[in-house]
Each structure stands twice: as structure tokens, then as C-alpha cells.
């Protein structure tokens, strides 16, 4: 059945907000809702979109990653694009993206997947040429991102050079840029003794930090890197290994930092259990994390699954339930 025109105004309307929303917290940093009002609307898109296919276009916010970079920096293309999550909200839906997997290998078998915390705070590209870090960019709108390498090489655990000598000859490294909680709480404070604007949360606060066009700004920031994924590889030394988990091991060996939280499970039963342990655990955490993301460990079905327009077919993110619903509104509002 075709849509109806209150259908169609209804999805138009929500788009222009949803873009709108992605201005705000993409480019300007300053987010005039919550997550989980954001994720309601996403949510409520992609249904309809779902129900009438027709009607998704490309430029639909369902089809984007981020949004465009900001003009004051220079632009970084990125070889490899830098694609998004889907996302999940409950475990039925997280058992029918494993069975939608499944469908697609026409395999039933338990699928291994690494297990990851969802870091909350801003996707870096770190690039790394015979183990010198060359270039730092954020993620932009997935294919172009904002040359931000004076700012990344004042985060302390990014290393400047690569340990051992077995790293491929050009290496980019992909992973999130966190502000600590107590760097977070402490950061507030000095805003507010020196009568400066305070920050609505961490993920805000590092993403402020870490779009600084004065890199002196950002080095007095607590920021922490964490990495998640290999970008371009080229010229490997040795054949990098066939887990997506062993890779990210290998990346720590390199001196990159890694999640002590970083598990593997055998499917999804395991998967779950892996949820409520971090869910468990959360609060424990010094830096904030919005869910689980849960990958096919093996590289050889990863690409056998391949993407859709803005994320990967064979990873998803478990978001936990959102905690605070008004308050980073009110705290993004307040400015002294
Ligand atoms: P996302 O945050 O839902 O998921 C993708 C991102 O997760 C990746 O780009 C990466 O940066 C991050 N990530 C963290 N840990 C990871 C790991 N272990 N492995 C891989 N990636 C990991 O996607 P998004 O497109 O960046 O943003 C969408 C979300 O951002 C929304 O669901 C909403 O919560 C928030 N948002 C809020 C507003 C607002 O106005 N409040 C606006 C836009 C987006």
C-alpha cells in the first residue's frame, strides 16, 4: 500500500529534525536533546522508512554518517570510509540481528563475536607511517573528516611511534577519543572558577577538546584514546591475523591502547551475558560507555557480509537504557 500524504509530511518533518539535531551535535558540539529523544526519532524513521522503502533517499539521515566537517580545519579524506552502527535497544532485536546474519551465511551455527564496550565520546583515525604517527582525523561525515593532528598528538596514550617493527608499513588506526570522568568533574570546576562555559557531559567535553583549532587548548584536556578497529593496511610486514579480536590484541602490542573490558563470546546467549556483566559494571568505569558493541570475530565473514549505507552488516551496538533524560539539556543550556 502506498503512503499516505500524512505519512509522507510526518517523515519529512522528521528528517529536517533529525538533520537538525545532527548540526548541533556534530559540528557545533552543543546538542539541543537528549540521546535517547535523538534515538526515539531515528527509531520512528527508520519504521516508516522500513514500512515504505520508496520513500528513503539518499539523503535521508537513515543513509548518513555524522555530518560535514567543519570548514576551519583542513580536510582528510579518508582512503577507507568510516561507517557508523546499527543500533539495537532490546534483545529480541538483538537475536534477530544474529538470525539475520545467520540467514545471509545460510549457517545456524554459533557465530563467535567480539565483545566491546561502547565507548561514548568522538571517532579518531589515527595514521601511522613506518610507526610514526602521521595524521590524526576525525570521522567527519564518514568519507571526509577534519585534519586534527596537532590536537591528537597531545592525548598522552597515543603513542608518537609504534613499538616492535613488525607493524605494516602504512597502518591507520581507528578508535574513540574519551574524556575521563574525574578529568571530566575537574574540567567543570576550573571552567566555572574562571567563569568559562561547562560541558553538558564527557562525550561533549571531549569532543570540544579534541575540535580545537589551538592544539595548546586541547593538551590541558583529560582525554584518552582507545582503539576498535584497523582502517587502511598497507604493505603488512606479516599477514595480520584472521580475528578481528587477535587484531586489536596485536594493536596494544603496537602500543595502542585496548579496553581491558574486551571479551570473546560464542554467540548470542554469551553475548547477552557479556551485556549485563558491563552493565553491571558500568558505573565502575572512569570514562562513560552508552552500550555494547558486538562484532562477527572473523575477518572472513565480515566480508563476506559486507556494509549497507552507513554501517557494517556484521556489528551492531546494545545500547543500555538511557540514564539521565533531561538533565544534559538543561546542563547544555547553562552557560556562566
Ligand atoms: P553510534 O554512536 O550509535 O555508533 C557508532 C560509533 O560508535 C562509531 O562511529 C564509534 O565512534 C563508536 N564506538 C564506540 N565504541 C566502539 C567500538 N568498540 N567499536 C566500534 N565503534 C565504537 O553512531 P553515531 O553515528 O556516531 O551517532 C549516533 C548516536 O549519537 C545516536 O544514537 C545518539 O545517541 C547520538 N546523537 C545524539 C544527538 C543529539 O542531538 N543528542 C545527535 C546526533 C547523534
Known sequence: ????????????????????????????????????????????????????PELVTSDSPSQK?????????????????????????????????EKRMQDRLK?????????????DGLAVSLLYENGKLVRGATRGDGRVGENITANVRTIDNIPLALRGTDFPQRLEVRGEVVMSRDGFLALNESQLEKGKKVFANPRNAAAGSLRQLDS????????????????????????????????LKQLAEWGLPLSKELRVAQGAKACLEYYAYLGDIRDKLNYDIDGVVFKADQIELQQTLGFVARAPRWAIAHKFPAQEEMTQVIDVEFQV
Open 1 to 52: 500500500m502506498a503512503a499516505s500524504q500524512q505519512t509522507i509530511n510526518t517523515l519529512q518533518q522528521i528528517k529536517q529534525t533529525i538533520t537538525e539535531y545532527n548540526h548541533q551535535y556534530y559540528v557545533l558540539d552543543e546538542p539541543t536533546v537528549p540521546d535517547a529523544e535523538y534515538d526515539r526519532q531515528m527509531q520512528t524513521l527508520l519504521k516508516i522508512e522500513a514500512e515504505y
Open 65 to 97: 554518517v555524522g555530518d560535514v566537517p567543519l570548514a576551519a580545519f583542513a580536510q582528510v579524506e579518508h582512503e577507507v570510509p568510516m561507517l557508523s552502527l546499527d543500533n539495537v535497544f532490546d534483545h529480541d532485536s538483538f537475536y534477530a540481528f
Open 107 to 119: 549457517d545456524t551455527s554459533k557465530i563467535s563475536y567480539s565483545c566491546e564496550p561502547k565507548l
Open 216 to 247: 595548546r587548548i586541547t593538551a590541558t584536556r583529560p582525554l584518552l584514546f582507545f582503539t576498535y578497529s584497523l582502517g587502511l593496511v598497507e604493505n603488512e610486514q606479516q599477514a595480520l591475523a584472521g580475528l578481528h579480536s587477535e587484531r
